[in-house]
């Protein structure tokens, strides 16, 4: 049977599992997705954590114009509806994504107001939370269980490697031990969520990449979002590209699609993913470039190269590495 013609356990006859068919399957129709930032900080930039956080970040980078702490929750949902509104067809729900930082970095009453804030906001259906695998706290994650029971709540924990010795070199702060450990609390509260991986950090190569997603795929999460490494004006890591920059091997458009195939190939096919590439402002980024091309043209790109291949998600992850239904 010929690719295009197949439908896939995710429900579609595209080769892999997009997070568009993700939401349909869980809310019956399209939900658009509102950046917030609610102003909180990051523990791992804090004077007693290493001195400056993870070498690639640089926050101001992936933040909508709409988007800044100076206004309340409400203003930048409202605008960020309107926003949405003006540039594509208009959804009729929402959900409120707190991506800048670590947004579980705060006590639970100020959480909880935040998060209320957002849920009040007419047309938000539910919450997209992104932090850290170690910043989740007894009470805070008691909290997110309550809240989970009552709104759609899904939680994004940068895991970005499996390999603790590049985990060191970027100065992540923490260990893969600590994301595994995350995603078991998680679940056992009930909470959806997704691991973030960044492809092409130094040291590593094509074969650590994958042993990276293999072990992603045999945690108990529903999404995976990749980013290619960028190098981000302001972020620690554009001083040692400036200094080194044998030391780094950023990925071409055409390697980056040819290196995702094994990726994709190899990916538990329930894992919807949520991106396959970091996209940054060109006044933020250095390198590596990949022109004016959007996103969506580059996963267009590469669905099509899984098509021409014969191949998709999950074809050749082991039945074995499935998680129990
Ligand atoms: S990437 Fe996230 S965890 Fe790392 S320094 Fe930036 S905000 Fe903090």
């Not at 302001?234 to 200094?243: F, H, I, Q």
Request: charged residues 20%; hydrophobic residues 40%; proline residues 5%.
């Amino acid at each position: 049977m010929q690719t295009e013609q197949k439908i896939f356990s995710w429900g579609d006859n595209r080769p892999l599992y997009t997070y568009t068919r993700y939401i349909q399957n869980h809310f019956g129709e399209r939900v658009q997705k509102l950046t917030v930032d609610a102003g909180l900080s990051c523990p791992h930039r804090t004077a007693n954590r290493l001195a400056g956080g993870c070498t690639y970040c640089n926050n101001n980078a992936f933040n909508p114009s709409y988007c800044t702490p100076a206004k309340s929750v409400l203003q930048q949902l409202q605008e960020g509806i309107t926003f949405h509104a003006n540039r594509y067809r208009r959804a009729n729900r929402y959900l409120a994504y707190f991506q800048a930082y670590t947004n579980t970095y705060a006590g639970v009453d100020k959480l909880r107001a935040l998060f209320e804030e957002a849920l009040a906001c007419e047309g938000v259906t539910g919450l997209i939370i992104a932090t850290r695998p170690d910043c989740l706290s007894d009470t805070v994650v008691e909290y997110l269980h309550e809240l989970a029971q009552r709104t759609y709540l899904f939680i994004e924990l940068g895991a970005e490697s499996s390999h603790d010795i590049t985990l060191e070199r970027i100065c992540r702060g923490h260990s893969a031990l600590a994301t595994e450990e995350a995603v078991v609390i998680l679940r056992k509260a009930g909470i959806p969520l997704g691991l973030h991986l960044i492809w092409g950090l130094q040291g590593e190569t094509p074969a650590m990449m994958l042993e990276s997603l293999l072990w992603a795929s045999r945690q108990d999460i529903q999404t995976v979002k990749f980013h290619q490494l960028q190098i981000l004006r302001g972020a620690e890591l554009e001083k040692e590209w400036t200094r080194r920059p044998e030391d780094f091997q950023l990925f071409t458009l055409d390697e980056y699609l040819e290196f995702l195939i094994p990726i994709v190939e190899n990916l538990r096919p329930d894992i919807a993913i949520e991106r396959i590439c970091a996209e940054a402002p060109p006044k933020y980024l250095l390198a590596p470039n990949w022109g004016l091309i959007r996103n969506d043209e580059i996963l267009r790109r590469f669905e099509k190269l899984l098509l021409e291949r014969n191949t998709w998600q999950g074809r050749l992850c082991h039945p074995h590495s499935q998680l129990p239904q």
